[in-house]
């Protein structure tokens, strides 16, 4: 049965209770969950964002639920461990808890998805879904990269010296044409080993990136950690 307006304020604080108090007593040394940005303030600062890259969506819906990054809380604990797990979050500017938020219009494909840090409000990933027949101005592959690069220094001080291209990709459609380009942060990777004195099958790596459509910035995603294929191999063999 759906739940009502009234029910759903309610709803909410009681999973936030139960993820506290799940951490407290299942993972105490994971209880850093800081929720300075409740989520009327998350739909807010959606809101705001989505204002400045292209269009007002007052009356547009929405909804926001609270996210926790459990693959990489996972990995990191089977790789490092949890003391240096805080740390490492901390050096790289990690989000592990925040606020996704949808805005939508009812009967069409087109919506925005926001990841809202719980902590300090930033909007580290976001991604506009339009019509695969939604028409946009041509540029060039490298004005592409120059303006992707651009964007990424003015939002999260991305600094290219400091990562490794990953690659890019462009797709072609009838009357555009997206390009995508992400990026490694050297240093930052973390081997997986699925057995103590083995061989290193793959790595963790925390990616920055962002897809580009004429002059519109259709996603991008700050310090998302990829996950090695192997480690997903190793999980399926436990179950």
Known sequence: MPKSKIHWPLYIALSVISLLAWFNFTYP????????IDRQKALAIAQSFIKEQSE???HWQSAAVFGYDSHL???????IGFKKLKQYIKDNDIEMFFWIVRVFKQDSPEEY??????????VFAYIHRIKETAERESITHE???EKVISFLKKNFNFNPEEYDAQGNLQTQLDNRMDSAF???????EIPW???EGGTIQGYGKLVTGATISGQEILSFSKNTF????????HLGKLN
């Open 226 to 233: 990829q996950i090695p294929e192997e480690f997903w191999r």
């Open 73 to 79: 809380d996972q990995y990191l604990q089977k790789t």
């Open 193 to 195: 080993i699925e057995k």
């Open 143 to 145: 004005e592409a990269k």
């Open 182 to 188: 992400d990026w490694d942060k050297k240093g930052a």
């Open 113 to 122: 998805r926001l990841s809202v840090s719980s902590l300090t409000g930033e």
């Open 29 to 36: 040394q994971l209880v850093f969950v800081d929720l300075k």
């Open 56 to 58: 007002d969506t007052a």
